[in-house]
């Protein structure tokens, strides 16, 4: 058994903009099922929703900050989550990144060092809890300091940092080094500095003990030009020490037989009954009911790493095709005005939800006929596995976890009950409408669409193979 400490700043129920917050619990829920004494630390956003319990642990004092540490459990789950509270700091309600501009918070610099040095103190049982954990796994650019402030401790813990996402690197201009009082021997090119600028991420790159990211596909296309941002070289000259692990699923959340989001439940032998969640959404939307019409699902961030754009450029064609457009997702404004003038444009045919909603995610998962997810980048992606669970045939583009965990639909692959999705190459607009006029004539054949259902929802997402993954990383430091 392994004392792990588990540093995120996004832990789903309690704080969630994305996948990040879906995996740093899931994967805490599975390792502590695996038996390991797991303890997950992240912020004490107002924003915060917990549950039950939450009481006082011991506080600390950084520089001027007086720290409290409170205790509480990830809903539904016997998993111990410590909140760090620090109201100087974390005061402000909403986005824990960023404003309601949609730009990132003036002192988010502060905010993350802050909490990455008291994730060093609790690490280093300095805070008399009489628990020092063997492995601090951190993720994301907002915990990177941890391995390069923990690289100074001697008896330290191992660290593994975990890449979710190469285009958030937690850059800031050189005079943070001084104002947040980062030690001298950090601050060198191959340390904590990116052409002059202080990178978060690079002190997870460069100090932790192992990398790892969230799919064998991206572990590769991070060490080239095109998705490392400038990090490639030093993530190739560290590529021993870096590996691949693909996501897993909650599969109590998402699951389509227990599913508490959606009124019909259905499974893999009574597929027929999702035709009542599709007429749901489609009511619930405001689209016309209509069962021979495939609905086209999207739920993202809207943003560029998404290929909104390359959606967008399509839909003008889509409209000419019998279908129907369910999209739920908030992000670049710019985005947002396009969708909703083109859903204006076509009432009958595209709805579009500005909007976060957790549940009308789980209705577009259980109602939709096809999911889109044509990502220009995807480290690894959990939508469409989500909608393999759910019956529903993803379409995406191959690259990243998106081609590590859908299996594209050609007669070898039917044949042999392995085609679960449709995947597209090309980068561009045009190939996403080949691929969108795919999925329309396999739609077309009921046999065919209904076996590519069947083996959708027959792959095994859950964690229980990555978990045992990274236990073994784990031992292997
Ligand atoms: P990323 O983390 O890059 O956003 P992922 O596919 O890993 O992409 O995870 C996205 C998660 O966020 C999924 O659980 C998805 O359902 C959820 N999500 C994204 N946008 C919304 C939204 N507007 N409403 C509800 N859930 C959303
Ligand atoms: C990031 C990535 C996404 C991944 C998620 C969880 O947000 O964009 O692809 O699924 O992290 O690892």
């Not at 990178?199 to 790892?212: C, E, N, P």
């Not at 689209?287 to 999207?298: A, I, S, Y």
């Not at 579009?352 to 909603?357: A, H, K, L, Q």
């Not at 004539?441 to 990274?470: K, P, V």
């Amino acid at each position: 058994m392994k004392k792990i400490l588990f540093v995120t700043s996004e832990v789903y129920p309690l704080i969630k903009t994305g996948g990040l917050a879906d995996v740093c619990s899931s994967l805490p829920k599975a390792l502590t099922e695996l038996g390991q004494d797991l303890r997950v630390i992240l912020p004490k956003y107002p924003s915060l929703k917990t549950v039950g319990d939450v009481h006082f642990l011991c506080s600390l004092r950084i520089d001027n900050h007086l720290i409290n540490i409170f205790e509480t459990t990830i809903p539904d789950s016997s998993v111990i989550a410590w909140l760090v509270d620090c109201p100087d700091l974390f005061n402000t309600e909403g986005n824990p990144y960023l404003d309601a501009q949609g730009l990132p918070w003036a002192n988010n610099a502060e905010r993350f060092a802050l909490f990455c040095r008291v994730a060093v103190e609790v690490a280093m049982d300095k805070v008399n809890r009489n628990w020092k954990p063997d492995i601090v796994h951190c993720n994301d650019w907002q915990s990177g300091l941890v391995p390069a402030l923990l690289s100074l401790e001697k008896n330290r813990p191992k660290t593994v940092f975990t890449i979710h996402n190469m285009a958030y690197q937690g850059l800031f201009p050189v005079q943070s080094v001084y104002s947040l009082n980062l030690p001298g021997q950090l601050w060198n090119p191959n340390g904590l500095e990116f052409h002059g600028m202080l990178s978060f991420i690079k002190g997870g790159i460069a100090y932790s003990d192992r990398i790892t990211t969230v799919s064998p596909t991206y572990a590769l296309e991070i060490q080239t030009p095109a998705y490392g941002y400038g990090l490639e070289g030093l993530l190739a000259h560290r590529s021993d020490y870096l590996v691949g692990i693909i996501n897993g699923i909650d599969t109590n959340e998402w699951n389509p037989d227990l599913d508490p989001h959606i009124s019909q439940h259905y499974n893999v032998h009574s597929l027929h009954e999702k035709q009542h969640n599709k007429a749901e959404l489609q009511r619930r939307v405001n689209l016309p009911v209509n069962n021979n019409v495939p609905l086209f699902g999207l739920i993202s961030r809207l943003v560029e790493q998404k290929g909104i754009d390359m959606v967008i450029e399509c839909l003008p064609d889509m409209v000419d095709l019998p279908m129907q457009l369910v999209l739920l997702g908030n992000g670049d404004k710019i985005f947002e005005q396009r969708l909703q003038n083109l859903a204006r444009l076509y009432p009958d045919k595209i709805a579009i939800n500005i909007v976060y909603d957790e549940s009308l995610a789980h209705l577009i998962e259980a109602g939709a006929d096809v999911f889109l997810m044509p990502s220009r980048f995807e480290p690894c992606g959990l939508n469409q596995m989500y909608s393999q669970r759910y019956g529903t045939i993803p379409i995406v583009r191959k690259t990243g976890g998106l081609a590590d965990t859908v299996v594209d639909t050609l007669p070898e692959s039917l044949a042999n009950h392995s085609a679960t999705g449709i995947i597209f190459k090309e980068a561009h607009a045009g190939a996403l409408l080949e691929a969108i006029k795919r999925a329309m004539l396999l739609y077309s054949n009921h046999t065919t669409w209904q076996q590519m259902q069947i083996n959708a929802m027959h792959r095994d997402f859950s964690w229980r193979s990555s978990a045992e993954q990274y236990l073994a990383l784990y031992d292997s430091i």
